[in-house]
């Protein structure tokens, strides 16, 4: 019965995220996508997003190469910016509280539209546990499709917890229950604060899986 959770702006939030985004894509390919090359992509996943920006601007897809070399640019530009005395990653302590909490007697995954080593270092930097596993951004696959393949470890009911329209959108998709974190996802599911207190995100979640089943 995998719960997934999302990261960004779920358990936490890495401000200046799209901006170093750019900055890593103009380091690999010598120019930087524009802000709004950016806001004219419709995916929700690194894959998806740095493989419209690649159309964009050389007319072709993306190929596995090129998407490592994003993430490899990706990482390193997280690492020099989110490091002691630069600036620091915001941990929303009762969401992620819940959460391993959740992990002590369900099986919990974060899903993530990060490249792989990116949300490697992110749930690094937010204490995460690495017991929990993690599934990021993998070429030609959109959120929905790695939901799937989450879910392929357990029996229903899942659970998708979001903060976004697409998190909302992918939920749908794959056929989940959805709670949201925040304000920016409304409609008939549970919302939680960013603040919330563990002890309601796990309410929360019991509650919209116990109307799954």
Request: hydrophobic share 40%.
């Amino acid at each position: 019965m995998p719960i997934c959770f999302d990261l960004d702006g779920t358990l936490g939030h890495f401000s200046s995220g799209f901006v170093l985004l750019r900055e890593a894509l103009g380091q690999v390919w010598g120019q930087t996508p524009t802000v709004d090359e950016l806001r004219r992509c419709q995916g929700s996943t690194d894959w998806e997003i740095v493989d419209e920006l690649h159309q964009m601007r050389f007319g072709q897809g993306l190929d596995e190469a090129g998407y490592q070399a994003y993430e490899t640019a990706c990482v390193t530009r997280f690492r020099e910016v989110f490091t002691p005395g630069v600036q620091a990653a915001v941990g929303y302590r009762g969401v992620l509280e819940g959460m391993h909490r959740l992990a002590a007697t369900a099986q919990v995954w974060i899903v993530s539209g990060n490249a792989p080593g990116l949300l490697a270092f992110k749930t690094e930097l937010l204490g995460i546990d690495a017991a929990i596993p993690r599934l990021g951004s993998l070429p030609r696959h959109n959120r929905a499709d790695l939901l799937h393949r989450a879910l392929r470890e357990g029996s229903g009911p899942h659970l998708y917890v979001g903060d976004r329209p697409h998190d909302l959108a992918a939920a749908l998709a794959a056929g989940l229950p959805f709670v949201g974190i925040g304000e920016a996802v409304p409609g008939d599911h549970p919302s939680l604060p960013q603040d919330a207190a563990a002890e309601h995100v796990i309410t929360a979640i019991e509650t919209a899986l116990g109307r799954a089943r």
